[in-house]
Structures are given as C-alpha cells and as structure tokens.
C-alpha cells in the first residue's frame, strides 16, 4: 500500500522558533511536494521538488524553505516562525508526468 | 498557470447524481485536469484525471468540453459516505498544480 507519511499530526510552536515538518514517501516518487491548506483558500503550494537536491517555488514560498537530500525525504523549514504560519500543512508525492498526487495526512501547526 | 473556479458548497439527497463544475479559462495546452476528494482529518485522494471529453472510472465520471475551458465532475448515486470537500486541480509541466478552493458536498438523508 502506497504511504505519504508525516512527522507530526499537530505542533505547537512559538513566534521566531525554527520549524522542521518532515515528509517521507515509500514509493520511489521523483515528485514531492508541499503544500498548506486554509479554510477558504484551498490548498495552496509552497515548493515542490522534481528531483534530489532540486526545488521550485510554488505560489507561496516566502518565509520557508525546503530540503531533499534523499529521493523518498522532502522537508519544509520555517525558519523563524510567525502566527500567520499558523495552517494545516500537507505533503504529497508523484511519479513522473502527469501522475496523480498522493497525500500526507498533514501536520496542524499552530505558532502562538 | 490556470486559475480555478468552482462552488464553495452543494448540498445533495442521497441516491441522486451530482455534478460539480469547476472553471478554468487559462487552461494551457499541455495542461491536464484532476479531481480529489478530502475527507475531515485526511489528506486529499485522487479521484480522476482528464485531458479532453469524457472520462469514467469506478466511481466517477469526468466531462471536458472540446475548448477545455471548464470541467465538471458526476458523482453517480451519492451516498452519505461521498459527504467530502471536492477540489478541481489543473496540472501543467513539471507537476505544477493549481488547487481550486474546493466545493463542501453535503449529502443528505
């Protein structure tokens, strides 16, 4: 069975702390991606990756940044964290072309 | 990219078909259009995925029309389990997605 797993489910972090969210895939993906998702606007994407040690930005990349160093590891750093970080973030994997996006289950995070 | 467009909300009885309709007037050429249902707590899963006219799998069935310019995803028969946020994607080079905000599907008794 096919796995996008997260670190977290739900995280707690405070204003100005560095933030980790991990992404693992077990299915040998060239495609990550994250994305965060709020009430109203949908999912929107960050950054993705299509290949080890690559990364574009998405619609929304400023105040994060991204790292994959390993093909199935995809990882969002939040390098000072604020509260309008404050979202649901969700990772997704894909294999080349056009293929169907598998989904994390998300990471709630809240920065107080 | 595209920008998509479709219904924050539908509300449905059981057993009918419902048709939800997502605009996406900068469709590029190369572009394919995909739908995901997410369920509370769950992240999204892949329901179907189109290019052109018709496409149909196990649970739903995909409309395109020849200039590409909208879709519209039919659920045949819902059930209260179809109860879910749907949300329309356009798909260009290099795997860059564009979500839509997603449409709330209420399925009632």
């Known amino acids: 069975d096919v796995k996008v797993t997260q670190s977290s489910r739900y995280l707690v972090k405070r204003t100005g702390e560095k933030v980790f969210l991990e992404c693992v895939q077990d299915?040998?993906?060239?495609?990550m991606f994250w994305y965060r998702q709020d009430p109203g606007l949908g999912l929107r994407l960050i950054y993705f990756s299509y290949d080890v040690k690559m990364k574009e930005k998405g619609d929304i990349p400023e105040g994060y940044s991204v790292s994959r160093e390993k093909k199935e590891r995809f990882s969002l750093i939040l390098e000072s964290a604020s509260t309008n970080q404050t979202s649901m973030y969700l990772c997704a994997s894909s294999g080349r072309g056009l293929d169907e996006q598998f989904f994390g289950p998300g990471t709630r995070l809240t920065v107080l | 990219l595209a920008k998509t467009t479709q219904p924050i909300s539908m509300d449905s009885y059981e057993g009918q078909e419902v048709n939800i309709t997502c605009s996406h007037n900068n469709i590029a050429t190369n572009d394919y259009i995909t739908w995901y249902q997410q369920f509370p707590s769950q992240g999204p899963r892949f329901i179907i995925q189109g290019y052109k006219t018709k496409v149909t799998n196990e649970v739903a069935s995909l409309f395109i029309p020849a200039d590409r310019k909208s879709s519209t995803l039919s659920l045949p028969r819902v059930s209260l389990s179809d109860t879910a946020v749907y949300y329309c994607?356009?798909?260009?080079?290099?795997?860059?997605?564009?979500f839509g905000i997603g449409t709330k599907l209420q399925v009632i008794p």
């Open positions: 994607s356009v798909s260009g080079g290099y795997q860059k997605v564009t």
């Open positions: 299915m040998d993906h060239e495609n």
